[in-house]
């Protein structure tokens, strides 16, 4: 119903900053809330920052003033700002999109794409 294509990630130095780009196509108008997501190797995945179709936006508390979260509904697209970036940030982010059709709800993920922040 929904597909997910990444885009925006890379190596960055300590400081430095990128922009995440999330492209949704499919069953658009079913979304309710859209997310970002990080894992690094040997850690559980977490939440980084998530926004409803109405436009409330929450940010973790570990990314919170470097980080921000905006969506463009004329091109589908998300998209994660990134500033500031620290050694810890390094992980592999992951879009998510959750729909609500009738009375079910269903997650889809993109494919994730790789952010290393090293000098």
């Known amino acids: 119903q929904v597909q997910l294509v990444e885009s925006g990630g890379g190596l960055v130095q300590p400081g430095g900053s990128l922009r995440l780009s999330c492209a949704a196509s499919g069953s658009i108008f079913s979304i309710q809330r859209m997310a970002w997501y990080r894992q690094a190797p040997g850690k559980m995945r977490e939440l980084v920052a998530d926004?409803?179709?109405?436009?409330?936006?929450g940010v973790s508390d570990s990314v919170k003033g470097r980080f921000t979260i905006s969506r463009d509904n004329a091109k589908n697209t998300l998209y994660l700002q990134m500033n500031s970036l620290k050694p810890e940030d390094t992980a592999v982010y992951y879009c998510?999109?959750?729909?609500?059709?009738?009375?079910?709800?269903?997650?889809?993920w993109g494919q994730g794409t790789q952010v290393t922040v090293s000098s």
């Open positions: 998510s999109a959750l729909t609500l059709v009738r009375a079910t709800a269903k997650d889809y």
């Open positions: 926004i409803t179709s109405g436009g409330s936006t």
